[in-house]
């Protein structure tokens, strides 16, 4: 079967595509049409469809619309129910649910020679449990799904036998762990279904005081369900306005709801233990891209794997409904990894070079220039290979940096544009790894979970140690990442450290850069010292003498 997944009503639209049970391809909207997060997650964007990704997506694979055996769309009308029978306070909700009833039309109308009875609806949570359970590498696990919304739910338990799911818990709305964390992140200031993981950060540096106080909006309620009502934020702490500087109130109010997302998290995946009895639980849905509480799942709960989708928002439900369509044919496969956007031939890069009439050196090998550049406190813009689906940078699309430099950490900030309380993250070899952090799985290969710092390294690495400690590791396989292991090495003989400093290679509120033009334009307006553009060094010495 030949199945383009599409992901498109609430936020993050993208589009998947699966050829025979692979994963051929997949890549978010907002990297094409350089809006972050493709849209703003509200009734009257719903009806945009991640075009510019699904024609890629086919391009890829040299199918066109006709040639398709389906066409997954991740929500199911039919399944909803209007906001005020759900308890949400949505006036607009209605025009949202129209369009995804439409939503064939709109197919057809941007894919010609597709043909409306080829769309499927797939339930929202039943694509996020597909993107974990049929996409990750063990054929049989328990699932847990958490996130906002879906049609009339915010949480779907179960479990994979095969490629077959049974649905064992969830819970209906106005209920919603993501709603509550929304909520929290408009009521700190930040952009709500966009800023989260800057909540996160920000609980780094609070301690968990209104804990208690917040337990009586979000706790669990039994047999896999829980509570997690409207909190009166403004009764506890005031919000932040604007862009107001945050104080200490507001980083213990991100430190308690932290707390009790972790705390909930914990008794779920305990009850979907006792039901399953698995080994290893995959997660999705917005809530698993948390990586603190994924820490705290895998040393607290009682599996012994946890496994996170890396596209784990709305995005990776484009890929779940495509593998949910095709395992009714196919035998579907894990995917291969996190690369499965767009990459660019040697000759291509060396093209846009010249087009953009930029000095530039073909470097003998560009894992030794990169390691020296670095080596010399040098900023590194690093595009290589097939570009990351999800929002983790992960050696394909990054800016690089020296760990062993304190102030590398605001410079990175300084250079993105972002808030001084964002940590950035440690690349390191795999077998490395558990020489310096403990605390999380390893290997780590999504950038999915926090680990300890060992003692003895944090102030050989202070760059990417944060504030508590901790640090966000991506492992590196030389068999999966040959070109990434070797400037890890290489940098490592001329420091002796093992770890580079890793974080997307973009600036604030614009996406992760993802073709040549947003490299160079990248490099141009930041104060970037190389581009390491496939074998190509562009200089800034040279370019901008």
């Not at 944060?466 to 966000?472: I, K, M």
């Amino acid at each position: 079967m030949r199945v383009l997944g599409v992901n498109a009503l609430f936020h993050d639209p993208a589009a998947a595509l699966v050829v025979d049970g692979r994963v051929v391809a997949a890549a978010e909207e907002e990297r094409f049409s350089r809006r972050k997060h493709g849209k703003r997650p509200v009734p009257f964007s719903a009806w945009e469809l991640p075009e510019l990704a699904a024609r890629w997506c086919l391009r890829q694979a040299g199918l066109t619309p006709a040639d398709l055996d389906a066409v997954a769309y991740s929500y199911d009308p039919d399944l909803a129910q209007s906001a005020e029978a759900m308890g949400l306070h949505d006036p607009w909700d209605g025009l949202r649910q129209d369009y995804a009833r439409r939503a064939p039309d709109f197919l057809v109308e941007a894919l010609p020679g597709l043909t409306r009875e080829k769309v499927r609806f797939v339930a929202h949570h039943v694509a996020h449990a597909a993107s974990a359970g049929l996409a990750s590498p063990h054929p049989g696990c328990a699932v847990m799904v958490l996130d906002g919304r879906g049609e009339c739910a915010s949480h779907l338990a179960g479990r994979y036998v095969g490629q077959r799911l049974t649905v064992l818990a969830g819970q209906s709305l106005p209920d919603s762990l993501g709603l509550f964390y929304e909520d929290l992140t408009e009521h700190l200031g930040f952009l709500r279904s966009s800023d989260e993981y800057k909540v996160m950060a920000l609980a780094s540096y609070g301690k968990p005081r209104f804990r208690e106080e917040l337990r009586q909006f979000v706790h669990a309620a039994g047999e896999g369900g829980f509570r997690a009502r409207k909190v009166p934020w403004e009764t506890i702490v005031p919000a932040r306005q604007g862009d107001a500087p945050w104080n200490q109130d507001h980083a213990d109010l991100a430190s308690s709801a932290q707390a009790c997302l972790e705390d909930l998290l914990l008794d779920l995946a305990g009850w979907l233990h006792r039901r399953t009895g698995e080994r290893v639980l995959g997660l999705a849905g917005g809530v698993a891209l948390n990586c603190v509480a994924n820490s705290r799942l895998h040393r607290e709960s009682p599996f012994e794997e946890i496994w996170v989708q890396p596209a784990a928002g709305d995005a990776g439900t484009a890929l779940g409904a495509a593998l949910h369509v095709a395992a009714t044919g196919d035998t579907v496969s894990p995917m291969p990894g996190a690369d499965l956007g767009r990459g660019w031939d040697d000759e291509e890069l060396r093209a846009w070079l010249e087009r953009a009439a930029i000095p530039y050196e073909e470097s003998p090998d560009i894992a030794e220039t990169v390691a020296e550049e670095l080596a010399r406190d040098g900023v590194v813009a690093w595009f290589q290979g097939r570009a990351e689906f999800g929002p983790r940078a992960l050696g394909h699309r990054s800016l690089l940096a020296h760990p062993g430099r304190a102030e590398n950490l605001d410079r990175l900030n300084a250079v993105k544009g972002r808030e001084e309380f964002r940590p950035v993250a440690p690349m390191v070899s795999a077998h490395r790894a558990p020489e310096l952090f403990s605390g999380g799985p390893l290997p780590s290969p999504y950038m999915l979970f926090v680990h300890d710092v060992a003692k003895e390294w944090r102030e050989r690495i202070p760059a990417v140690v944060h504030v508590d400690g901790t640090a966000r590791v991506q492992t590196v396989d030389p068999a999966t990442e040959p070109l990434v292991a070797r400037m890890l090495d290489a940098f490592e003989r001329r420091t002796g450290l093992p770890v580079v400093v890793n974080t997307s290679l973009n600036t604030a509120g614009r996406p992760m850069v993802d073709d040549p033009r947003g490299a160079l334009e990248c490099f141009a307006s930041a104060p970037v010292d190389l581009l390491a553009i496939g074998p190509f060094a562009v200089r800034r010495a040279k370019a901008f003498a």
